[in-house]
C-alpha cells in the first residue's frame, strides 16, 4: 500500500513522473473496495490488466514526448529559434507584485488635482472600488489548480491592468512577478520556468498582450504558453488587451483564402484563455451608495471626487486615467499657432497607429509627417520659428493636462539628451481610430513613412495597409524595403504587384513567404504532437479490442486533416462519408478527431445507430469518455440501455453526476422506468443540496409529473427568494404551467434586467402564453439598459402585432446604441420601397461597417445611378474599406472596354479615390 505522503503528492500535483505500478495499483484497490460497499462497480473498473496497459502507455507516451523535446531542440538549434534546453538568455529579473513600481507594470498615472499646501501628498494610485470582473479574477487565482492564463478584455484606460494589479496584490501577493519586454524575453521566461530555474509558482504579466501575440514572432509565442499551460506547473500568466482591434483581430475565424498567420494565437486564445471582460462603464457612485469597500477612502480623494462629478457615460476610469480630458483637448484645440502644430504632431501619431505601426516613433518620422496635418497657412513661419517649430510642438503635446500628457518622450540611453522616439497615450490612440476612421492619410504623411519607418514589421504593416486603399505604388515600395531587409514575412499577398512592376523580385518574395510559414506551421505541428498523447492512447486501446488494422486509405485520409479552428463541421462530414465505407473495424480514425470536434462522434454514431453497429463502438466510447469528451457518456448510457445492462448503466450514470450535468436526468428517467420513485426523489433531493446545476430543474419536472406541482412551487419559490440560479425563471413557468398568472405576473414585473436568465426565460414564457402586453414591457426595460437583444425581440414582436411606426420610431431613436438598429431599419426601409430613407441611412456609416458598403452599392446599381455608386466606393477606398476597392474594380469592368479597370488594376489609385495615372518603381514621388 503506498504511503500516506504519496498519496498526498499525486492529489496535489507534486510528482514530476508517473507512479510505480504498486502505488498506483494500490490506490485503484483501495478506491474500488470502497465503492464496492454503496454501489455495483462495472468489472472494467477492476480489470487489473486494463489498468496495467493504461499505465504501460502513459509511461510509453511521456518517454516518447521526452524524446521529442530533444529532437526538437536540436532542429531549433540548427535554425536558430529558441531552444527549449541548454544554456538560455536569462529573462528579466523578477520581484514581488509589491516591489513593482505601478508605472513599470503599465498602469497610466492618476490625473492631478489641486491640494492646499498643507495636506500631505496623494498617494501614486487612486483608492479602488472591487467591481464584478474583480471578484471573477480574484476567485480565479485564490487558488489555481494548475497552469491558468486569464485575459482582461476591454477599451482603452477602462482599469484593466489596475484590475489585474489589485487581484494578484489581493491573493497572489508573496507570488514572484514576471514582466518580459518583449516576444524573446517571454520565451526565454517560459524556457526557465520549464526548466526549473526559476520558480514554476510565479505570475507573468503580459500588459499590453498584443505586443507579444500580435507580431511576426506571435506564433513562437503562443506555442510556448500552450505548452506551458499544458504542462503540471502552477504559473499564473495574466494579460490584457483592447477588444478592437487587437483580441477581434487574433481571434477572428480563419480567412477562406487560407491565408491564416493567426491560427496558433487563435487556438491559444479560444481554447487555453480564460477571458474576462473590463466594461468601459463604471457607476462608482452607484458602488458607493450600495456600500463598496474603502467608500470613505473613496470619496476623502480629491481626484475620485473630481473623476465622480466630471465623468459622463460612467466613463469613471477614462477620466481618472485623464484620457476623456485629452480627446476633449484634441477635439477643441485652443485657437493658436502652437497648438495647431502640437495637434499636428498627435494627429500624425494616431494616423501612424491607424495603420497597423506598433513601435516607438522617431523624432525623424513624427517631424516628416506632422506638416503634412497643416494647412498651407498654418506652415508658414517666420524665419526664427522655422528652425524649432517641431520642438516647440512636441513640448506642449507633452504639456500635462491634469497631470497627464498625450505624448510621451522617451530616451533609451542611460545619458541625457534629446528624445529617441516618442509613444502616444493609448487613450488618445484609441480615439484616433474613432474620430480619424472616415479621413484618408495625407499622401505626405505616406510618402514620410515610407523614407523613415525602419522596424520591419511596420514595414510590413504599412504594406498591408496600403494595398486595400489602392496605394499599389507605395505598398510596392515599401514591399521593397522589406525585401531588402532580409526578414522572414510573409509576402504572398503581393506577389501580384511585384509580377507585374517588378519580376525580378517575385522569387525572392516567394521564397522569404515559405520561409515565415514554415515557422508557422512547424510550430503547428510541434502543437500537434504535444497533444498526441490522447490519440496515442486510444489508437492503442483500440487496437487492442478490434484487430483489424486500418485501411491505408484512412491512414491517409486521417493524416491529411488540416487541424484548424474552423473544420471541425468538415471533418465530422468527412467522418461519416469514410466510415460508411470502411465500417467499425477502422472507427478509430474518426473518434480520435472525434476527441477534437464533438460534431464527428455525434455524426458517426448516428450512422453506426442506423446501421446496428453501435456496440462495436463500446471500447471507443469509454475511452473518449475517460478523455472528457462531452458527448460520449450519453452514447454509452443510451447503448447500455438498449443491450438491457442497466445495472452498469445505473452505476455509470452515477458514477458522473457530478461531472457531466445532464447525467442526472438520464438518472432519474432510468429509476422512473422502473418504478424506483423513492430512489429518484432522494436522488434529486441530494443534488439539489449539492447545487447541482440540473438539480432545481429536474426537481420541479420530476413533482409536476407526479402531482405535486404546490410542492415545486414551495420548493421555487424558496430557491428565488435565495437568489439560486433560474429559480425565478422556473418559478414563471411553474406557476403560469399550474393556472397561478396573477403570481407569475408580479414576479415578472419585479425581476430587474440584469437577472439574465431569469429575465429572458421569463420573456420566453410569456411570448409563447400571448401575454405580450408584459412582454412589451419587459423588453422596453432591456432595451433602456442596452441588453443586447433586446431590440431586435422588441421590433419583432411590434412587427408582429402590426405596429410598424412604433418598430421605426424605436429603432430610429436607437440606431446610435444598437449596431443592429440600422440593419433592422433598412430592411423596414426596403420592405417599403422607401429607397431614399435606406439611402440617407447607409450615408451615416458606410465608411464605418462593413455590410453598409455593400448595401449602399446594391442599392445604388438598382437604382440605375451607378456613377454614385463609384463616388462612394472611391471614398470608402480612401479610408481602407475591406471590400470597397473589389467592388469599385467589379463596377468600373461593367462600364464596357474603355480601359480604365485596367488602369486600376495595374496602377491603382491616388490618396483621394481618383485613378492613378502611368508610373514606373524607379520614378521618384510626386510632389503632393
Given amino acids: 500500500m503506498p504511503k500516506p505522503s504519496q498519496i498526498s503528492d499525486i492529489l496535489n500535483g507534486r510528482i514530476k513522473k508517473v507512479p510505480a505500478w504498486e502505488v498506483v495499483w494500490g490506490i485503484v484497490s483501495a478506491c474500488t473496495a470502497h465503492a464496492h460497499h454503496h454501489r455495483y462497480v462495472p468489472d472494467q473498473i477492476v480489470d487489473e490488466a486494463a489498468w496495467r496497459l493504461r499505465h504501460t502507455l502513459v509511461q510509453q507516451i511521456l518517454e516518447m514526448r521526452s524524446r521529442q523535446d530533444v529532437v526538437g531542440d536540436t532542429a531549433r538549434a540548427t535554425t536558430g529559434e529558441p531552444s527549449g534546453s541548454g544554456t538560455t538568455t536569462q529573462p528579466t529579473a523578477t520581484r514581488g507584485v509589491n516591489q513593482w513600481r505601478p508605472g513599470d507594470l503599465g498602469l497610466h498615472p492618476a490625473i492631478s488635482v489641486k491640494q492646499p499646501r498643507s495636506r500631505m501628498p496623494l498617494p501614486e494610485l487612486t483608492p479602488y472600488v472591487a467591481r464584478p470582473h474583480d471578484r471573477e479574477l480574484r476567485d480565479l487565482l485564490r487558488e489555481p489548480h494548475g497552469p491558468i492564463m486569464v485575459m482582461l478584455v476591454g477599451e482603452s484606460s477602462t482599469g484593466k491592468t489596475r484590475c489585474a494589479l489589485e487581484a494578484v496584490r489581493s491573493v497572489l501577493a508573496d507570488w514572484p512577478v514576471h514582466h518580459p519586454v518583449d516576444a524573446a524575453d517571454l520565451l526565454n521566461t517560459i524556457t526557465s520556468i520549464e526548466q526549473g530555474t526559476i520558480s514554476d509558482q510565479c505570475v507573468v504579466w503580459l500588459d499590453e498582450a498584443q505586443t507579444y501575440l500580435d507580431t511576426v514572432d506571435g506564433p513562437t509565442v503562443a506555442a510556448g504558453l500552450r505548452r506551458l499551460l499544458r504542462g503540471d506547473t502552477t504559473v499564473v500568466v495574466l494579460g490584457t488587451i483592447w477588444e478592437s482591434p487587437y483580441w477581434a483581430r487574433l481571434t477572428a475565424t480563419a480567412p477562406v483564402d487560407g491565408h491564416d498567420k493567426h491560427a496558433v494565437v487563435r487556438g491559444l486564445l479560444r481554447r487555453q484563455v480564460t477571458r ?117 510642438a512636441t513640448a506642449d503635446a507633452q504639456r500635462p493636462l491634469h497631470g497627464v500628457a498625450a505624448l510621451i518622450a522617451e530616451r533609451h540611453s542611460i545619458d541625457m539628451g534629446a528624445p529617441d522616439t516618442y509613444q502616444l497615450h493609448d ?91 514554415a515557422q508557422t506551421w512547424r510550430q503547428w505541428f510541434q502543437l500537434r504532437e504535444q497533444g498526441e498523447h490522447v490519440v496515442q492512447q486510444l489508437t492503442e486501446l483500440v487496437d487492442e479490442a478490434l484487430p483489424a488494422p486500418p485501411t491505408t486509405a484512412t491512414d491517409d485520409f486521417v493524416s491529411s486533416l488540416p487541424l484548424t479552428d474552423s473544420n471541425g463541421q468538415e471533418i465530422a462530414a468527412a467522418a461519416e462519408v469514410v466510415y460508411g465505407t470502411v465500417g467499425p473495424a477502422n472507427a478509430w480514425q474518426f473518434v480520435m478527431t472525434a476527441l477534437r470536434y464533438p460534431a464527428s462522434l455525434d455524426q458517426v454514431m448516428n450512422v453506426a445507430t442506423g446501421r446496428g453497429e453501435q456496440a462495436a463502438f463500446e471500447p471507443l466510447l469509454r475511452v473518449a469518455l475517460a478523455n472528457g469528451h462531452p458527448i460520449a457518456l450519453g452514447w454509452l448510457a443510451d447503448l447500455l440501455h438498449q443491450q438491457g445492462r442497466l445495472r452498469e448503466m445505473e452505476s455509470l450514470l452515477d458514477l458522473h453526476l457530478a461531472r457531466h450535468r445532464h447525467a442526472l436526468g438520464w438518472l432519474v428517467d432510468l429509476l422512473e422506468e422502473q418504478d424506483r420513485l423513492v430512489e429518484a426523489q432522494e436522488i434529486l433531493w441530494a443534488a439539489l443540496w449539492a447545487d447541482h446545476p440540473e438539480a432545481l430543474d429536474q426537481l420541479t419536472s420530476f413533482l409536476e409529473r407526479h402531482d405535486r406541482a404546490d410542492t415545486a412551487i414551495q420548493t421555487l419559490t424558496i430557491a428565488a427568494d435565495q437568489g439560486a440560479p433560474h429559480a425565478a425563471g422556473l418559478l414563471i413557468a411553474t406557476l403560469i404551467r399550474n393556472g397561478h398568472d396573477a403570481e407569475a405576473r408580479k414576479i415578472v414585473t419585479s425581476l430587474p434586467v440584469d437577472a439574465d436568465t431569469e429575465f429572458w426565460t421569463a420573456v420566453d414564457i410569456l411570448e409563447t402564453h400571448r401575454l405580450y402586453d408584459e412582454v412589451e414591457v419587459l423588453l422596453t426595460r432591456a432595451v433602456d439598459h442596452a441588453h443586447p437583444h433586446a431590440l431586435s425581440r422588441l421590433n419583432a414582436l411590434l412587427l408582429a402585432t402590426g405596429r410598424k411606426t412604433d418598430a421605426e420610431v424605436l429603432l430610429s431613436d436607437n440606431r446610435d446604441v444598437y449596431r443592429d438598429a440600422r440593419m433592422l431599419l433598412l430592411t423596414l426601409y426596403r420592405r417599403d420601397g422607401r429607397i431614399d430613407s435606406a439611402e440617407l441611412l447607409l450615408r451615416e456609416v458606410y465608411l464605418r461597417e462593413s455590410w453598409a458598403l455593400s448595401e449602399l452599392d446594391s442599392l445604388l446599381r438598382d437604382a440605375g445611378r451607378r456613377r454614385d455608386a463609384e463616388t462612394y466606393l472611391r471614398r470608402a477606398v480612401t479610408v481602407g474599406h475591406r471590400y470597397a476597392f473589389m467592388l469599385l474594380v467589379n463596377l468600373v469592368s461593367e462600364r464596357g472596354p474603355d480601359g ?23 520614378s521618384p514621388f510626386t510632389a503632393s
Fill in 276 to 392: 474576462i471582460t473590463v466594461p468601459a462603464q463604471f457607476r462608482l457612485p452607484t458602488a458607493l451608495e450600495e456600500g463598496g469597500e474603502n467608500t470613505t477612502e473613496n470619496m476623502n480623494d480629491p481626484r475620485m471626487r473630481t473623476a465622480v462629478s466630471t465623468a459622463r457615460d460612467g466613463r469613471v476610469i477614462q477620466v481618472l486615467a485623464g484620457g476623456v480630458e485629452l480627446a476633449r483637448d484634441y477635439d477643441h484645440p485652443e485657437p493658436n499657432p502652437l497648438a495647431h502644430h502640437a495637434r499636428a504632431v498627435i494627429t500624425a501619431m494616431m494616423d501612424i497607429r491607424r495603420l497597423g505601426c506598433t513601435a516607438p516613433v522617431t523624432p525623424e518620422l513624427l517631424c516628416a509627417c506632422a506638416p503634412a496635418y497643416l494647412s498651407a497657412e498654418q506652415r508658414a513661419t517666420t524665419e526664427a520659428q522655422r528652425d524649432d517649430w517641431f520642438a516647440r
Fill in 427 to 517: 487613450y488618445l490612440d484609441q480615439h484616433g481610430r474613432t474620430v480619424r476612421c472616415e479621413e484618408p492619410v495625407p499622401a505626405a504623411a505616406w510618402e514620410a513613412m515610407i523614407e523613415w519607418t525602419t522596424d520591419a514589421r511596420d514595414l510590413h504593416a504599412l504594406a498591408i495597409a496600403a494595398k486595400p486603399r489602392g496605394l499599389f505604388r507605395y505598398c510596392l515600395h515599401l514591399v521593397l524595403r522589406l525585401i531588402r531587409h532580409e526578414v522572414a514575412v510573409d509576402l504572398s499577398a503581393f506577389t501580384d504587384l511585384l509580377r507585374r512592376h517588378a519580376p525580378d523580385h517575385v522569387a525572392t518574395a516567394e521564397h522569404r513567404s515559405t520561409s515565415a510559414g
Fill in 900 to 922: 480604365e479597370a485596367d488602369r486600376v488594376v495595374e496602377f491603382g489609385l491616388t490618396v483621394d479615390g481618383s485613378t492613378s495615372p502611368p508610373w514606373s518603381i524607379g
